[in-house]
């Protein structure tokens, strides 16, 4: 068995094997199914053709984040261009240059100033609109409430007013009965009523 | 010099010359859009797969030191990558499940023959698990020895041999319920 596993696997190599090794193979069930199936898979890869690649942006296969450590991005570029002007000004002419930065700080201030303003109105604007919907919530939580009680008071209402009918009809019902005996008492043959009054 | 060496081309893509890096892809796409295609028997699933390949190619190419031949070293990326992305894809859905190719992606059907040995062969490959499929495209369709399967693969030859078998056996069974 250890010889047709090495023979098989010769075979499977690329080894050329004799007449008599690959009778000796064959004559076992197992390694002769294993051999054809391995001829129908080696008859695949030499049939399979080429697939024509679809057309493809072969450029995708190159991240940016490569090249990210190669230049600096368009930001950095944009501070440093900043950085190397404030500096060439304040360099350049440092009178012209303190004044130029003072007028920008002051500037800067007032602008901050206004920004300022306008958050702390939009924020109290926020919370009277929050102060506004609190109290519909309220309003509406309780509106339901009230609504659910007045209901609930109807239905037991109704209820009741159902039973007391009822009630009423079987009240009648009951005298109906009672009166029927009481004809059938007084207008029956007197020894029943004797009989009655036995007891 | 319209012809440059591979190694050439490698060292230069290494230093980030695109239109070296872009040589050696097109030098290699084919086959390794025909490998994705035998693996996941759907041309999108191919092209994502190589894209991928690629992409993970490009990134790792620095830490190529020509140690293992460059096509070695491609295709153990490949195979990593196609793993991956079996397993990634084995989470959504089943790879049997995914619906025949539709006739805009495929050129299969101007020619019927061809269209049949491919179906056939998508059959054969479908009808194995994944490792095993491995083993089977690195034996007859690139033509490794033992040795180099286990090596791409990083598995004992005995592994590659032992999978190779039940490959062989499987096929069997197939065929067998095939014909009835």
Redesign the interface.
């Known amino acids: 068995m250890a010889n047709l596993d090495s023979l098989f696997t010769a075979w499977l190599e690329g080894e050329s094997l004799t007449d008599e090794q690959i009778t000796l193979l064959q004559a076992n069930a197992e390694y002769a199914l294993m051999m054809s199936n391995a001829i129908k898979w080696q008859q695949q890869s030499r049939e399979y053709e080429t697939m024509k690649i679809p057309h493809w942006d072969s450029e995708s296969s190159m991240p940016k984040v490569q090249k990210s450590h190669l230049f600096f991005g368009s930001g950095m570029w944009a501070m440093a261009a900043s950085i190397a002007l404030c500096a060439w000004l304040f360099m350049s002419n440092p009178q012209q240059g303190n004044q130029q930065l003072l007028e920008q700080v002051a500037k800067q201030t007032n602008l901050l100033e206004s920004q300022q303003k306008q958050i702390d109105q939009l924020q109290n604007i926020i919370t009277a609109q929050n102060e506004v919907q609190q109290q519909q919530m309220y309003q509406l939580t309780k509106e339901a409430i009230k609504t659910g009680r007045v209901e609930r008071q109807e239905d037991i209402a109704s209820v009741l007013a159902y039973i007391k009918t009822q009630r009423a009809q079987d009240q009648a019902y009951l005298r109906m009965q009672l009166n029927d005996l009481a004809e059938q008492v007084e207008g029956g043959p007197l020894p029943t009523v004797a009989n009655n009054l036995e007891y | 010099m319209f012809f440059q060496a591979r190694e050439t081309l490698i060292a230069k893509a290494q230093q980030?010359n695109?239109r070296a890096?872009?040589k050696l892809?097109?030098q290699h796409?084919?086959q390794v859009?025909?490998y994705c295609?035998?693996m996941l028997s759907h041309?999108d699933d191919a092209?994502d797969l190589?894209?991928e390949v690629?992409?993970s190619?490009?990134?790792s190419l620095p830490s190529f030191r020509g140690e293992s031949s460059f096509n070695t070293w491609l295709y153990q990326i490949v195979h990593r990558r196609s793993v991956e992305y079996y397993r990634r894809r084995k989470l959504h859905q089943s790879l049997d499940g995914v619906p025949e190719e539709s006739c805009e992606?495929s050129?299969?059907e101007t020619n019927q023959l061809?269209y049949q040995?491919?179906h056939?062969?998508k059959e054969?490959m479908n009808n194995l698990p994944w490792e095993q499929r491995l083993v089977?495209e690195l034996?007859?369709?690139q033509?490794c020895?033992?040795e180099e399967i286990a090596e791409q693969l990083g598995i004992s030859t005995n592994t590659a041999?032992s999978r190779?078998?039940s490959a062989?056996?499987k096929?069997?069974v197939h065929?067998e319920a095939v014909d009835g």
């Open positions: 980030g695109k890096w872009l892809v097109k796409e084919t859009y025909n295609l035998r041309p092209m190589m894209q690629f992409i190619v490009y990134k992606h050129e299969l061809q040995q491919h056939e062969l054969m089977v034996k007859f369709f033509h020895t033992f041999k190779l078998y062989l056996g096929l069997k065929l």
